[in-house]
Nanobody
Framework: QVQLVESGGGLVQAGGFLRLSCKASPSIFRPNAMAWYRQAPGKQRELVATITSGGSTNYADSVKGRFTISRDNDKNTVSLQMNSLKPEDTAVYYC?????????????????WGQGTQVTVSS
């Protein structure tokens, strides 16, 4: 069965860092693009970063230069390194498997989501 499990969230002060990880089912990881989304209380879910099966990455403007998405095809894991964290980064972060062309600019989410991991950044 398809499964996505996020981990690595926590409480950190502004300017700090966290690394999120998402373990995916082997059958869906390698052929597909992956993404990180986040949702803050009372706000719409937003796309944070994507990575294609070939390793092309794209980022939301709000996290460019601070966040880095990567994937390990041997471990079936996608990660999100978050540096220089800001209070506005506070949200539940979700892993998703989806579809994208080679550049990764046109990501389309699937119905497969992890349980989410909470990131809280204090000022």
């Amino acid at each position: 069965q398809v499964q996505l499990v996020e981990s690595g969230g926590g409480l950190v002060q502004a300017g700090g860092f966290l690394r999120l990880s998402c373990k995916a089912s082997p059958s869906i990881f390698r052929p597909n693009a992956m993404a990180w989304y986040r949702q803050a209380p009372g706000k719409q879910r937003e796309l944070v970063a994507t990575i294609t099966s070939g390793g092309s990455t794209n980022y939301a403007d709000s996290v460019k230069g601070r966040f880095t998405i990567s994937r390990d095809n041997d471990k079936n894991t996608v990660s999100l390194q978050m540096n220089s964290l800001k209070p506005e980064d506070t949200a539940v972060y979700y892993c998703n498997v989806g579809v994208a062309e080679d550049s990764g600019r046109y990501y389309r989410a699937s119905g497969y989501w992890g349980q989410g991991t909470q990131v809280t950044v204090s000022s």
